[in-house]
């Protein structure tokens, strides 16, 4: 035999210690070894082996605390309760039995009507909890404070301020090269080197308004842009 | 066959005997399993539901009393599984184990005295924590051998198991109640 074996035939001859106690009440006597009640085979081997000895002292010691605990009876609640419950599952049963034994009837159309105002009403039921409500009258001045905004800012039929500012600003950088040129011959009087570029001085100008800014640079930057600086496209 | 009665005939008969018989056996199952007498209770009445429900499709391929074991076990399983799903202080630790429906063999106290009766219900109530403390299970396999005496084969019917499972599970719970149960034992100085 090996140790599992043994220990399986250990646990299984401890059915004897509740048959004991079931004959002897909750008296038993916790001093004996009870090697009598395992097979004679095994109890060989506990003979010889200490620690399997001590393993069947402990299986021994948990089955007979285990069987210290008495049947607990049951209360009278519960009698009680069985009884309700069975009547109300008889009555469960009725109630099933009569309405399959009831004749198949055809639903009237009035129920599909009833069934789609049911399922509307939900919506309609929460459209009317939140009931009229009204625009504050902040939101009217914030509209008309922005529509005037943008009205200011924005030339008739033309861009933004906003986008004829950075159009003029990208365009004076784009052509800075045709400013240079330009002014350049005029400073220095050299007519005929083409394209060279001459030594020179120039302003830099800042346009914070366009209307306010020097009418011939408005002019020039007015035709460079094609149009767009005075939110006319195409014009020279 | 008596049992076989339908259930609309009432509480009367057949159904009265067979729940007289099986009372005690169910709700002590239920007890030892659950650990409490609330959760025990709910477990017994299920089973006496159930079992009027279907005991007239009971085929009798095994003992009858395996199988109202084994619904006492698998209705007492559930409910603690429903239970722990919604965990809740047990007004049970609080009282005393003959509150909780163990019962007090008043001639032994008689014997014993009040202290020795006392100190024999304390270590009742710890063995029956040290079993609850068990997975449910090998607390389920603890109760049907131990506390009902169920043979192997029984025990098998009733849980729905083979011989091996049983033998390897009571083997897996000794060692487990060897955690839970020798320190209590070791306390009260029991051999």
């Known amino acids: 035999m090996n140790r599992q074996s043994i220990r399986d035939a250990m646990i299984e001859s401890l059915a004897g210690v509740t048959e004991c106690h079931a004959a002897e009440g909750v008296h038993i006597d916790h001093d004996t070894d009870g090697l009598e009640l395992l097979p004679q085979t095994v109890r060989e081997h506990l003979v010889e082996n200490e620690a399997l000895h001590q393993e069947w002292r402990q299986l021994l010691r948990q089955v007979r605390a285990i069987s210290t605990l008495q049947r607990v009876p049951a209360p009278s609640d519960l009698d009680g309760r069985v009884v309700a419950s069975l009547q109300a599952g008889y009555r469960q049963g009725r109630v099933t039995e009569h309405v399959q034994a009831l004749p198949p009837e055809r639903a009237p159309h009035e129920l599909d009507l009833l069934v789609r105002r049911l399922a509307s009403q939900p919506f309609m039921e929460a459209s009317a909890d939140l009931g009229d409500l009204k625009a504050p009258a902040s939101l009217d001045r914030l509209v008309a404070v922005r529509l005037s905004a943008e009205t200011s800012a924005r030339k008739p039929d033309g861009l933004p301020r906003t986008s004829r500012l950075l159009a003029a600003a990208a365009l004076l950088v784009a052509t800075s090269l045709g400013l240079v040129r330009l002014l350049g011959e005029r400073d220095a009087g050299i007519a005929n080197e083409g394209l060279e570029v001459a030594l020179f001085s120039f302003r830099v100008v800042r346009i914070e308004d366009p209307t306010l800014a020097d009418s011939e640079l408005l002019g020039l930057l007015g035709g460079m842009s094609g149009g767009m600086l005075d939110g006319r496209e195409g014009s020279q | 066959m008596a049992c076989q009665e339908s259930p609309a005939r009432g509480f009367d008969g057949a159904f009265r005997d067979l729940y007289e018989q099986y009372k ?89 005295g009040p202290e020795a009766a006392a100190s024999r219900h304390e270590l009742q109530a710890e063995i029956q924590e040290a079993i609850t403390r068990l997975s449910p299970k090998m607390r389920a396999i603890t109760v049907l051998r131990y506390n009902e005496s169920l043979s192997y084969e029984e025990i098998a019917e009733a849980l729905g198991t083979s011989l091996g499972t049983v033998k390897s599970r009571l083997s897996r719970a000794h060692a487990a109640l060897d955690r839970e149960l020798t320190p209590v034992l070791d306390r009260h100085n029991l051999r």
């Open chain 2, 24 to 112: 005690d056996r169910v709700y002590n199952v239920c007890y030892r399993t659950t650990g409490n007498a609330a959760d025990a209770l709910d477990a017994s009445q299920e089973t006496f539901g159930i079992l009027f429900r279907k005991v007239s499709a009971f085929r009798f391929e095994s003992k009858f009393s395996s199988w109202v074991y084994r619904i006492a076990v698998n209705a007492s399983i559930d409910l603690k599984r429903r239970s722990a799903a919604r965990p809740a202080a047990s007004l049970d630790r609080l009282r005393s184990p003959s509150e909780n429906g163990a019962t007090i063999d008043f001639k032994d106290e008689h014997v014993e």
